[in-house]
């Protein structure tokens, strides 16, 4: 007779551990942020970023680009950073892989990877 007392019952395998990694996943931030670097000292003035991504860029009257809401770096005042969230990324990585002389860098700020 099977499944008295459990008898008989094939044992049964494990869940797959895909819930577990749905468990971490739902303890991180829904987006990942990433930090905008920009060094305002090598920019040429090309305006490849105000072109293709004018909600963060604009051109300054010294020819030189804006990262707008950025903050300049204290011990290297020609760095000038700010935080975008993942739906920015696109964006802003279109700029940074436009700029000639790659004035632009993207990192993820939890890791430390460079995007661009
Ligand atoms: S694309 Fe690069 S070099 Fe051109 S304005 Fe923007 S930051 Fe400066």
Not at 26 to 33: G, L, V
Not at 47 to 76: F, I, R, T, Y
């Amino acid at each position: 007779m099977r499944g008295l007392f459990g008898l008989g019952k094939k044992k049964e395998e494990p869940e797959v551990k895909e819930d577990q990694n749905i468990h971490n996943d739902s303890q991180r931030t829904d987006e990942n942020i990433y930090i905008v670097q920009y060094d305002r000292k090598i920019c040429i003035g090309a305006g490849v970023c105000a072109a293709v991504d004018a909600k963060h860029w604009e051109m300054a009257k010294d020819a030189k680009a804006v990262l707008k809401g950025s903050k300049q770096d204290s011990d290297n005042p020609v760095i000038w950073t700010r935080e975008i969230s993942e739906s920015e990324l696109e964006e802003v990585k279109r700029a940074a892989e436009g700029c000639p002389p790659s004035a632009i860098h993207i990192f993820r700020k939890d890791t430390g990877e460079k995007i661009v």
